[in-house]
Structure formats: C-alpha cells, structure tokens
C-alpha cells in the first residue's frame, strides 16, 4: 500500500538576533490583505441560517422573532440578526450585524459587501473517472457565474494534495485547472480492483470451514488496515483544506466531491464475510473525521457533500455473481461521512443524481442569501470546547438550515490557518513583511535528506514592544513548514519567542531586523519554505516564503 510520504522539518542550533540585515521598516510596506480574515479573537458566535419552504424556494422574509437558538440545550437571546442578499449586508442598521461579521465585508455604496470563498476538494483516492467527470462538467457552470468579488480554489488529493488552483478570482484560470485535473487519472480505481479482487478471493474460501473463516477473516483484516491508513490520511489533508479555507474572509464554501468513505473501514465487507471476531470492527476514522468537523465549525464553514457515484442502484455490472456485499448497506455506510459533513456545518449532501448542475446552482444562491444571527461569546459556557447548537422557526412549513456545532475561533487558530492557506497559496500576503531565507543546501541530514540554514527576517518596527519592567517586551510565535512540488507538505512547527531590550535600544534599533536562525531538514526537489509570524500583542500576521532547488 502507497502512503503518503510528507517532507518533515527539523530544527537545530536556533540563534536569535535584533541586528543585522538592514530590512526596510514596517512604513514601506503594502500588505496583501485581498480575501483574508482578520487575525483577531472573536466575539460572537456567527451563524449562518438558510431558511427554505416545503417546495424548496427560500425564504427572505423571516423576523428576528422567529428565529430561535439553543446552546447546549438551553434557549440563548439573539444579540445580532441580519439578513444578507446576493451577498450584501442589510438591516435597519448596520447594527444589527456582528462585529466579527463586519470584519469580513466591504463597502458597497450604502451597504456591506461580504465576498465569497469557495474551495473544492476532489477525494481522488475514492473517485472514479466518469464519476469525477460528471461533477468537473457541474462546475465549469458554477465557475462561469462567479463575481469579480468571489475566489476559488481547487484542489484534489491523490496520495498528497495537489493545488491544481490556488485561490483566485480569474475564471480562466479556473476553467483550465479544471481541464488540467480530467487528464490526471484518480486514484480511485486502483482502490476499487483492489477491493474486487478482495472479494474475489474471499469467495474461494468456504465460511463453513475454521480454515476457510480464519482465511476470509484474514482477508477482511487486510483490507480494513489499508483501508484505514488510506483513509486516516485523505481526512488529514481535507482538514488541512479546511484550516486553509478559514484563513479567507466572508461567506466561506467548500465543496467536497467523493463517494464517502466508511467510518469503520472494512465494516461492509467484515459484515459480508467476517466471522463474530470481527463484529466490533477494529479500525475507526472517527477522531479525523471529528477533527475536520471540528476545523469547519470552529471557522465557521459550510461543507457541501457532493457524492459522485450518481444514481445508486442494486445491481453491481461489474460482478458476474451475486453481489457479495449487499448494495445498500454498503451504500448507507459510506454515505455516513458524507451526511455527516453536510449535517453537522450547515450544507447539503447531494447524491443519487449523474447531474450537478441544479444542485450547484442551489449551492451557488444559498451562498449568497441567507441570515447572520449572532450571539455574544459571554452567553457561553467558556469552560466547555466544543457546544451543540440548534436553531429553529416559529413559522409553519419553513425548514432551517446551519452548523450544529460551535468552537471559539481565536488568534491562535487563525495563525495556524493562514499557514496552512500559505502553503496553497504562492502568493500569499501578510499585515507586515516578513523576509524567508535560505543558504546553500548541506548534507547531514540522513537517509538522503539535506541541511537547508534559514533566516526570517521581521522589521522590530513591525512588532509592537509593550512595557515591563523597565523594559520593552515583544512576543512573537513564528509557524514554519514546507511544500514540495508535489503537493507533499510537512508538519508546521511552531516557535514562541520573547524579545526583550531597554527603550534607548529600542529607540535606536527600530529600523533594524529581529532574525531567526535555524536550519530545516529537507528531501532533495523542489521546495517552497514558508514562515508566518504573529505578532501576540495586536494578532496581526506577516507571511514570508522562499523557493528553493535542494541538491
């Protein structure tokens, strides 16, 4: 079995410095903020309510008095309601709205604008081509509707994730990245012989035999393992999608295509074929598959299930016997996921359709007219991580939608997701500039791997020094990672670091470097390093990279 291999970085000899390099101060730059989301903790919790009829059609004249939500169980007030319409803002005021939500817009004439993100993620290893096919043709339509003020990225992940777009508002470019994913083949097929030929061979071994069960069993155990660390894997890089896509600013979308992936891997064949020492099934995907809901709800993103196996039916062509895996059990256990993704932030799970062009149309409108409610975070239990949320309508015959879960989203968060939106996103920017740099590659780094020295580089007048003590005091948490060309990425690391020196050095210095040195153990290819640094005192977030040949 292929897993993926990600380029891991290692840290050594760490030198920290507030002289050096000479960089330009924090007044000559021009951040790149276009599309990205404040680096602030927030203050409200942000749902975004769809309402609709028993016929389907929307509903865009419900009051604030008949909305109704419940945290934990328990009834809270509504601090915040307004309604927003082809993507702008309205309300008897402006008021209405919550801060964080106005964060995220921008001025259109009399009302506020809040721009639309949509990332696709293609699961490529449970995708096979004329299923993919038909969900690419789908999204040449919706790709033809955005605005100038909506971006999109796509993404597929095919043993490691690859960045056929990364976000842009140009539909040429779009349009081509979807021309360049229908040449490249999904992994899909080789997991679907696989699990044929599985079956195939079970099918020699008799289940009235101790022999033939303990081979059967052995079989169901071979495949619920790769199954397991196939899928473990798919759910890590579609978290990191997610972190990546919270990182952006306004109504955030994302757009899963799959055929779903069983929570237990292997549970449809040890229920066909294993014996009662399987019944409990040994291998889970529910802590990832938790871990991405978690991603979603914390950053406030709406995940579309998009399952592109098309109209199910009962009968596999591809068997020449009865099926020896009931069809629609099958079907329910890997549509499990795929509900679930949908249900928990507030999106829909479309299937048992060869046709995605009306559903992305009712994704397409939904994105773009719903209502914001809001609720202050002191209405919340601060000890607890995680909260349920239920909303629901007075009104007769109206259905509401959102995400069932909430999680604080804080500085920290975002931080770790403007890393993971950076390693997608060449071009990424920052509040402040930060300068990424590399010497020449060494060796010592084993088993084929190279020494890569670095520095980053941030102006002290970038950073915001505070008194303590007679001193000034700046803290800094500095995220670093790479991404190959490939599309493997490694780990962030993170660093905190205190810097403290008097107010005459202060005074004195500011238009010098703060540098941080270390050294980033790399695979030879292709590489781009990235580094973020956070500024703790005011949240903000600078961005530097590098791209690198390593010999």
């Given at each position: 079995m292929n897993v993926s291999r990600l380029p891991r970085l290692a840290f050594a000899v760490l030198v920290f410095a507030a002289a050096g390099a000479g960089s330009a101060g924090a007044a000559e730059y021009s951040p790149v903020r276009t599309g990205l989301r404040a680096a602030v903790d927030v203050t409200a919790m942000d749902l975004d309510v769809v309402a609709t009829a028993k016929d389907g059609r929307p509903v865009t004249d419900l009051t604030r008095a008949e909305i109704s939500v419940a945290v934990d169980g328990k009834p809270v007030a509504l601090d915040y309601f307004a309604r927003v319409e082809a993507g702008q803002l309205h309300g008897p005021d402006l008021a209405t709205a919550s801060p964080d939500l106005i964060l995220q817009t921008a001025a259109a004439g009399a009302e506020r604008f809040l721009p639309r993100q949509f990332l696709v993620f293609f699961d490529d290893e449970h995708l096979l081509p004329f299923e993919r096919k038909r969900v690419v043709e789908g999204l040449r339509d919706l790709v033809t509707r955005l605005s100038p003020s909506d971006a999109m990225a796509i993404l597929s992940y095919n043993v490691s994730t690859h960045v056929f777009v990364p976000f842009t508002s140009s539909k040429e470019d779009l349009l081509d990245g979807l021309a360049r994913l229908e040449k490249t083949p999904p992994r899909g097929l080789h997991w679907d012989i696989e699990y044929r030929r599985t079956i195939q061979e079970a099918r020699r071994y008799s289940a009235f035999s101790t022999r033939g069960q303990n081979a059967r069993d052995s079989l169901v155990r071979n495949w619920g393992a790769q199954a397991w660390a196939r899928d473990k894997g798919a759910l890590g890089e579609f978290r990191r999608a997610v972190e990546a896509l919270g990182a952006r600013a306004g109504?955030?979308?994302?757009?899963?295509?799959?055929?779903?992936?069983?929570?237990?891997?292997?549970?449809?064949?040890?229920?066909?074929?294993?014996?009662?020492?399987?019944?409990?099934?040994?291998?889970?995907?529910?802590?990832?598959?938790?871990?991405?809901?978690?991603?979603?709800?914390?950053?406030?993103?709406?995940?579309?299930?998009?399952?592109?196996?098309?109209?199910?039916?009962?009968?596999?062509?591809?068997?020449?016997?009865p099926p020896a895996i009931d069809p629609f059990l099958a079907n329910a256990n890997r549509r499990e996921l795929l509900a679930g993704f949908a249900g928990e932030t507030g999106g829909v799970l479309v299937e048992n359709r060869n046709g995605f062009g009306p559903a992305l149309d009712q994704i397409y409108r939904e994105s773009a007219s719903y209502y914001a409610v809001g609720v202050t975070l002191a209405s919340l239990d601060a000890k607890k991580p995680r909260h349920e949320v239920k909303v629901s309508t007075s009104r007769s015959g109206v259905t509401v939608r959102t995400r069932r879960g909430y999680l604080p989203f804080t500085a920290v968060d975002a931080a770790r997701d403007r890393m993971e939106m950076s390693l997608i996103t060449p071009d990424a920017g920052g509040d402040f500039p930060v300068t990424l740099r590399t010497e020449a590659p060494g060796k010592g780094g084993g088993l084929g791997r190279r020494i890569v020295p670095f520095a980053v580089v941030v102006p002290l007048s970038s950073l915001t020094f505070l008194d303590e003590n007679g001193k000034k005091k700046a803290v800094v948490e500095l995220i670093l990672a790479a991404v190959e060309d490939n599309g493997s990425r490694s780990d962030p690391v993170t660093d905190m670091r205190e810097i403290v020196i008097s107010p005459e050095v202060l005074a004195k210095s500011a238009g010098e470097p703060f540098v941080y040195r270390g050294e980033f153990k790399s695979r030879t290819g292709n590489m781009r390093f990235v580094a973020t640094v956070r500024d703790v005192a005011t949240n903000r977030i600078g961005v530097g990279s590098v791209s690198v040949r390593v010999e």
């Amino acid at each position: 079995m292929n897993v993926s291999r990600l380029p891991r970085l290692a840290f050594a000899v760490l030198v920290f410095a507030a002289a050096g390099a000479g960089s330009a101060g924090a007044a000559e730059y021009s951040p790149v903020r276009t599309g990205l989301r404040a680096a602030v903790d927030v203050t409200a919790m942000d749902l975004d309510v769809v309402a609709t009829a028993k016929d389907g059609r929307p509903v865009t004249d419900l009051t604030r008095a008949e909305i109704s939500v419940a945290v934990d169980g328990k009834p809270v007030a509504l601090d915040y309601f307004a309604r927003v319409e082809a993507g702008q803002l309205h309300g008897p005021d402006l008021a209405t709205a919550s801060p964080d939500l106005i964060l995220q817009t921008a001025a259109a004439g009399a009302e506020r604008f809040l721009p639309r993100q949509f990332l696709v993620f293609f699961d490529d290893e449970h995708l096979l081509p004329f299923e993919r096919k038909r969900v690419v043709e789908g999204l040449r339509d919706l790709v033809t509707r955005l605005s100038p003020s909506d971006a999109m990225a796509i993404l597929s992940y095919n043993v490691s994730t690859h960045v056929f777009v990364p976000f842009t508002s140009s539909k040429e470019d779009l349009l081509d990245g979807l021309a360049r994913l229908e040449k490249t083949p999904p992994r899909g097929l080789h997991w679907d012989i696989e699990y044929r030929r599985t079956i195939q061979e079970a099918r020699r071994y008799s289940a009235f035999s101790t022999r033939g069960q303990n081979a059967r069993d052995s079989l169901v155990r071979n495949w619920g393992a790769q199954a397991w660390a196939r899928d473990k894997g798919a759910l890590g890089e579609f978290r990191r999608a997610v972190e990546a896509l919270g990182a952006r600013a306004g109504k955030r979308v994302l757009l899963y295509v799959s055929h779903g992936m069983e929570l237990r891997p292997g549970q449809s064949l040890a229920q066909a074929l294993g014996g009662t020492a399987l019944n409990q099934f040994d291998y889970s995907i529910q802590d990832p598959y938790r871990s991405v809901l978690d991603a979603a709800n914390r950053a406030g993103i709406t995940i579309h299930a998009l399952d592109a196996r098309g109209l199910a039916t009962d009968v596999d062509a591809g068997e020449s016997d009865p099926p020896a895996i009931d069809p629609f059990l099958a079907n329910a256990n890997r549509r499990e996921l795929l509900a679930g993704f949908a249900g928990e932030t507030g999106g829909v799970l479309v299937e048992n359709r060869n046709g995605f062009g009306p559903a992305l149309d009712q994704i397409y409108r939904e994105s773009a007219s719903y209502y914001a409610v809001g609720v202050t975070l002191a209405s919340l239990d601060a000890k607890k991580p995680r909260h349920e949320v239920k909303v629901s309508t007075s009104r007769s015959g109206v259905t509401v939608r959102t995400r069932r879960g909430y999680l604080p989203f804080t500085a920290v968060d975002a931080a770790r997701d403007r890393m993971e939106m950076s390693l997608i996103t060449p071009d990424a920017g920052g509040d402040f500039p930060v300068t990424l740099r590399t010497e020449a590659p060494g060796k010592g780094g084993g088993l084929g791997r190279r020494i890569v020295p670095f520095a980053v580089v941030v102006p002290l007048s970038s950073l915001t020094f505070l008194d303590e003590n007679g001193k000034k005091k700046a803290v800094v948490e500095l995220i670093l990672a790479a991404v190959e060309d490939n599309g493997s990425r490694s780990d962030p690391v993170t660093d905190m670091r205190e810097i403290v020196i008097s107010p005459e050095v202060l005074a004195k210095s500011a238009g010098e470097p703060f540098v941080y040195r270390g050294e980033f153990k790399s695979r030879t290819g292709n590489m781009r390093f990235v580094a973020t640094v956070r500024d703790v005192a005011t949240n903000r977030i600078g961005v530097g990279s590098v791209s690198v040949r390593v010999e």
